[in-house]
């Protein structure tokens, strides 16, 4: 019944802005079109709002779920056509604050301890009210300024009630086919994934404390600290910073700052986050950064955060060298080479397919060329190739998109292409070297020689398995025989074959530390296991 009225409410809503039309003009309903001829409303005047604006103002009005739903939805430019999708960018995620008693009965239940107990100034009217929590200022008794987010009562169960309403018009929408290949039920299930994860303030905290780690004594970025034993799930507590609005051009330039460099140093920690830490802030838009002295940038919300596998990162800083010395040729091959592309796909029919899009993007000047839109552009070419963009990616192009609009606007003549291709380049040089080949290999050192003792009956078994499977009628019963008795007689040999590399590759790591006497012993005893495995 709930989710009856409910439903009710959000027809009304839809119905004043006109968006029924709207929604019955789409491939989905098209055959109901003709109703629309049956209700009133459709012979009043309609507004001059976009079809865009439209949609915004409708969400807004809906209330926080269908705020944040709109804004998740806003990263699938591949499905959405620009205007709607230039709009859903804009989405204003504010609501009313709820009252500072029920914000202080949270914090005292949750921590244990009356407000003044725990702070020495505790500000009644919020900083800032958002659909998922309200935030405070307060003065710890060490005298430390922090922000004092907390998450809003009840709001849980509100988020369900919409969450199961959104599924059921994404159940809808998958009985026509149009509507399956835009997998609404995926898109319903990424967002559910996305709301949940931002209540959770322990999760949040820990985005931000990690991020401050990599961070740290940076002069690109800098991220508040966390005071972990204020922090609950439903409560998390971060130093309070200072600084300008990004957006506040004005201000910036009262203040000398130099926006070129500033510019600059986003695209810079843009791709240090992507490719060095593999730890990406997702939702960098102007509200969530500040500039401090020296054109640092200040980051605040960490609720979004974005990771890549080893596999993507290596693969996405290939296309992107690739794309900025137009090698299509190369694109192509790094999208079947990843497997991001169906096996079946025509290389040559989808390099013809990148050019066409990109050829006549390269035709301006570089400083005049969005790179996120070549990413986007992109990704609604790959739809032709029936190839599902990883959400991660689309995560990333969404945050590139944030940095690209930031650094124009700061910085009109800013060439991203030509501020990052030699980071790329030096990045790519110095994690995919022989140097950064025998790094990654010593950070599994551990966990390699733990599985050394294993390897010889893991063999055996494996054998033993295949000895016994289907393919048994296929080799004699002898040689089966002979292979597993030859295999346990240099069961011995190989693990100290594989004990001896490992211990001749530790002596490498080491001499790059200078530690010279493990390096000598490490050595010797790599030298006994070769010996032994001859």
Known sequence: MRSF??????????????????ILSTPLLKSFRPLVFLTPWHYFPTSKLSRGERIRLALEELGPVYIKFGQTLSTRRDLLPNDIGDELAKLQ???????????????????????????SSFDDVPFASASIAQVHSAVTHDGEEV???????????????????????????????????????????????????????????ANASLLRKNFKDSSLLYVPKVHWDYCRENILVIERIYGTPISDIKALNEKKTDLMRLSENGVIIFFTQVFEHNFFHADMHPGNIFVGQGEQYIGVDFGIMGTLSDADQYYLAQNFLAFFNQDYKRVAQVHLESGWVPKETSALEFENAIRSVCEPIFQKPLSEISFGQVLLSLFKEARRFNITIQPQLLLLDKTLLNIEGLGRALYPDLDLWATAKPFLEKLIKDKYSLKGTVKKISDQLPELIAEIPDLPMLAVNALKQFESGSLRKDIAK???????????????????????????????????QSLWPFVGLSAALGLLFWLKSR
């Open 93 to 119: 995620d504010k609501c009313p604050p709820f009252p500072a008693k029920e914000s202080k009965e949270i914090i005292e239940k949750g921590l244990g301890e009356s407000v003044s107990n725990l702070f």
């Open 5 to 22: 009225l409910r439903f009710i409410i959000v027809s009304r809503i839809l119905v004043r802005y006109r968006l029924d039309n709207l």
């Open 478 to 512: 002898k040689q089966a025989d002979a292979i597993i008795k030859q295999l346990k007689e240099n069961a011995a040999k190989q693990s100290a074959v594989i004990t001896a590399s490992a211990l001749f590759i530790l002596a490498g790591v080491l001499a790059t």
């Open 147 to 205: 922000i004092v987010k907390v998450v809003r009562p009840n709001i849980r169960k509100k988020i369900k009630r919409d969450v199961r309403l959104l599924y059921a018009f994404a159940a809808l929408a998958e009985k026509h086919p149009d509507g399956k290949r835009l997998c609404p039920r995926e898109a319903v299930a990424e967002f559910e994934r996305i709301i949940y994860n931002e209540l959770n303030m322990m999760a949040e905290a």
